[in-house]
């Protein structure tokens, strides 16, 4: 019989009793019931530091009765890190620099002035930042209208992101697309932001407007989801320093 649309999909049951890290070839495997996890591709799920593996295995050891995929931030990406990222680094970097070329931090707002002050206060010091540390120089804006950022600002963002490694790589274009903005991926990933802050920042407008009108309680729902992933990119950009 067909499915229908709203009937729910069965959630996969938990299938393993215990969780753990262990060395191995490459790095740190995370074991379910002494065996391997393996990544949809079928690779090993082997991270490059422990603290990742811990981070990967304390979402497998998290869970209930049923596995919550979707909630599994961590796995995903270390997924995508050994799966996607080797065949694509040359298009993943590209993503991340393509979101330079349109980054939310250099859009300031023409009005209301207390918006605009705001915007100043904590957008400019990060481009002042990333300007200084980073040699990126981007073109600031007033309004919506595209503006072109110059090109070499955009070849050193691409050239930062082929400069990591696949897991590097694959949490800086996950960033990138989090928050609108490689520059505030570049913050987290060089340590100048917490994962809070970055997502902070990538949502002024929306905070902004919640202070004036009010907050939706559907928009503060996925405003919370999408803190959790800032805040476990975070623990991944650290935990790839460890």
Same mark, same amino acid.
């Given at each position: 019989?067909?499915?229908?649309?709203?009937?729910?999909?069965?959630?996969?049951?938990?299938?393993?009793?215990?969780?753990?890290?262990?060395?191995?070839?490459?790095?740190?495997?995370?074991?379910?019931?002494?065996?391997?996890?393996?990544?949809?591709?079928?690779?090993?799920?082997?991270?490059?530091?422990?603290?990742?593996?811990?981070?990967?295995?304390?979402?497998?050891?998290?869970?209930?009765?049923?596995?919550?995929?979707?909630?599994?931030?961590?796995?995903?990406?270390?997924?995508?890190?050994?799966?996607?990222?080797?065949?694509?680094?040359? #298009?993943?970097?590209?993503? +991340?620099? !393509?979101? @330079?070329?349109? &980054? =939310?931090?250099?859009? $300031?707002?023409?009005?209301?002035?207390?918006?605009?002050?705001?915007?100043? #206060?904590?957008?400019?010091? +990060?481009? !002042?930042? @990333?300007?200084? &540390? =980073?040699?990126?120089? $981007?073109?600031?804006?007033?309004?919506?209208?595209?503006?072109?950022?110059?090109?070499?600002?955009?070849?050193?963002?691409?050239?930062?992101?082929?400069? =990591?490694?696949?897991?590097?790589?694959?949490?800086?274009?996950?960033?990138?697309?989090?928050?609108?903005?490689?520059?505030?991926?570049?913050?987290?990933?060089?340590?100048?932001?917490?994962?809070?802050?970055?997502?902070?920042?990538?949502?002024?407008?929306?905070?902004?407007?919640?202070?004036?009108?009010?907050?939706?309680?559907?928009?503060?729902?996925?405003?919370?989801?999408?803190?959790?992933?800032?805040?476990?990119?975070?623990?991944?950009?650290?935990?790839?320093?460890?």
């Amino acid at each position: 019989m067909q499915r229908g649309f709203h009937e729910p999909v069965e959630k996969p049951r938990r299938f393993y009793k215990d969780v753990a890290v262990a060395e191995a070839e490459g790095g740190f495997a995370v074991l379910l019931d002494a065996r391997n996890v393996r990544t949809p591709k079928g690779a090993r799920l082997v991270l490059p530091t422990r603290p990742i593996a811990e981070q990967v295995a304390g979402e497998w050891a998290g869970q209930g009765e049923t596995i919550e995929l979707a909630g599994m931030h961590a796995t995903r990406l270390a997924n995508t890190a050994l799966d996607s990222i080797p065949q694509a680094r040359e #298009a993943t970097a590209q993503s +991340v620099a !393509d979101y @330079a070329g349109s &980054d =939310l931090v250099c859009y $300031f707002a023409e009005q209301p002035a207390g918006l605009v002050s705001r915007q100043q #206060a904590h957008w400019g010091p +990060v481009l !002042d930042r @990333a300007e200084r &540390d =980073l040699g990126l120089a $981007f073109v600031r804006c007033a309004g919506i209208v595209h503006r072109s950022q110059p090109e070499p600002t955009l070849a050193e963002v691409r050239a930062l992101a082929l400069a =990591l490694d696949d897991f590097g790589l694959a949490g800086l274009a996950f960033g990138a697309a989090l928050f609108g903005s490689s520059v505030l991926a570049l913050g987290l990933q060089r340590g100048w932001l917490t994962g809070e802050q970055a997502f902070d920042l990538s949502r002024l407008d929306e905070a902004w407007q919640e202070e004036k009108w009010g907050v939706d309680a559907e928009a503060a729902e996925r405003a919370g989801r999408l803190r959790v992933e800032a805040q476990m990119l975070e623990r991944w950009f650290r935990g790839l320093d460890a």
